[in-house]
């Protein structure tokens, strides 16, 4: 999608900026575990017409970045990202799933995102939170 995008009624341009954790928060994507999630969530996208601008996988969460169309709504974005990349994450790695077959836990942040200020700032945050992770500032008191 383009910044602004055309429907047959309507001009729009819908951005949303989504993160979600996996069940208990605990840490299950690393190496190869990390690039395959990352590759699922790109064909999940296609699949359903998204353009994922920016992607952040880590080892107890996700952060994405996302343009969709009006005919989507925002719950049902997350719901879609959460249950297809669980069922096919899960298919391969089955560890991944607790007992009740489960990847991702119940809640999810999402925020709309237009002005391109905003947007270049939230690229950016994604970007840098591997980083953040790595030296170990993510969780540190104040």
């Not at 993160?19 to 296609?46: L, S």
């Not at 994922?52 to 997350?78: A, F, K, M």
Request: proline share 3%; with cysteine; aromatic share 16%.
């Amino acid at each position: 999608m383009s910044e602004i995008s055309k429907g047959w009624h309507s001009v729009y341009t819908l951005k949303y900026h989504i993160v979600w954790i996996t069940k208990y928060r605990y840490n299950k994507f690393f190496g190869q575990v990390e690039k395959d999630a990352r590759q699922v969530f790109f064909e999940i996208a296609k699949d359903y017409d998204w353009e994922i601008e920016e992607l952040g996988v880590e080892p107890d969460h996700v952060y994405v970045y996302i343009s969709c169309e009006p005919t989507d709504r925002p719950d049902e974005v997350v719901k879609w990202l959460k249950n297809e990349s669980s069922k096919r994450l899960g298919k391969k790695y089955p560890y991944l799933k607790n007992k009740k077959g489960e990847v991702w836990g119940r809640g999810y942040f999402i925020s709309t995102v237009n002005d391109k200020t905003i947007s270049e700032q939230i690229k950016q945050y994604i970007r840098n939170q591997r980083r953040v992770v790595i030296q170990g500032r993510l969780f540190e008191k104040v």
